[in-house]
């Protein structure tokens, strides 16, 4: 099945306003190998942990990005995210390194969420990147932004990559590696 989120819905205020989530659901009959290839190594993985989780696929679309997100749900699947989802990048490495060696394609990455951990991550990171955007053009300067984890700043250069006014520059070393935008000359 892919789940594409058409609308994430508001909650409202004190249930004034709300709107419900819209989401289209599709049978997939042609799976790609890249995902199928993770599927096989999580679920691997998941027999070592002896836990029982599900994986689905999720299309997350923000608008200018589109990501296929593997997802983990289960009773202990929270432990898999860790300190600041260190242990959920680090599941995510080792699962792509599998598939680049077993595909030898390093193009046909994959992400993995847990109970909607990357996904709200995601969500966050694409309103930050709107937010700075206008800051950047208003103020016709240059905007560094805090420090972020290489996942971080990638999906930040992603969001601007095709952008006709402003580019994305990664400054710094280890944990003060951030993203600064400048306007195009």
Known sequence: MEIKVINRG????LGFG?????VKVEKKTDIPENIHN?????????????????????VINNGKISDT????????AALIIGRRGETLRS??????????KKLNNRDQL????VEGYVEKKLTHLFQ?????????IKSNKNVSME???AFERRYVHRYFSDHNKIISESEDFGRDRHVVLKLKN
């Open 10 to 13: 508001k909650s409202g205020l």
């Open 18 to 22: 709300n709107e419900q989530a819209k």
């Open 38 to 58: 993770a599927y096989e190594i999580i679920r691997t993985i998941l027999k070592h942990f002896d836990s029982e989780m599900k994986i689905t696929t999720k």
């Open 69 to 76: 997100i593997l997802s983990l749900d289960g009773d202990d």
């Open 91 to 100: 599941l995510q490495y080792i699962v792509n390194l599998m598939i680049q």
């Open 110 to 113: 994959i992400s993995l969420d």
């Open 128 to 136: 930050l990147s709107k937010r700075t955007e206008t800051k950047v």
């Open 147 to 149: 420090p972020m984890s």
